[in-house]
Nanobody, 118 residues
Framework: QVQLVESGGGLVQAGGSLRLSCAAS?????MGWFRQAPGKDREFVAA????????YNTDSVKGRFTISRDNAKNTVYLQMNSLKPEDTAVYYC??????????????WGQGTQVTVSS
């Protein structure tokens, strides 16, 4: 069993930065970030392999968001720069999908709100 706790969300002006953290208890492999804006489907944002040798960002955040992890702390991060109002959403941490290509993650955090004002 894996438990995930996100932190670091908040209100920021457009162009600003936030760093989200996700602390995990239990064994994790691939970890990822998703987001869900009001009235929209949940959207995949980024993923990182256990070794951090592989990362993937969805096109809408490439060049602005960076996923990283510290396995000693069992924590994954999402550094978000140049934030835009359309990045406003609840951001969820997730862990342990059955494979790199799938978005069917086994464990999910409770989410943290990110609001970007214009």
């Amino acid at each position: 069993q894996v438990q995930l706790v996100e932190s670091g969300g908040g209100l920021v002006q457009a162009g600003g930065s936030l760093r989200l953290s996700c602390a995990a208890s239990g064994r994790t492999s691939i970890m990822g970030w998703f987001r869900q804006a009001p009235g929209k489907d949940r959207e995949f944002v980024a993923a990182i392999s256990w070794s951090a040798g592989s990362t993937y960002n969805t096109d809408s955040v490439k060049g602005r968001f960076t996923i990283s992890r510290d396995n000693a702390k069992n924590t994954v991060y999402l550094q978000m720069n140049s934030l835009k109002p359309e990045d406003t959403a609840v951001y969820y941490c997730a862990a342990n999908p059955p494979g790199w290509e799938t978005r069917a993650y086994a464990y999910w955090g409770q989410g943290t709100q990110v609001t970007v004002s214009s």
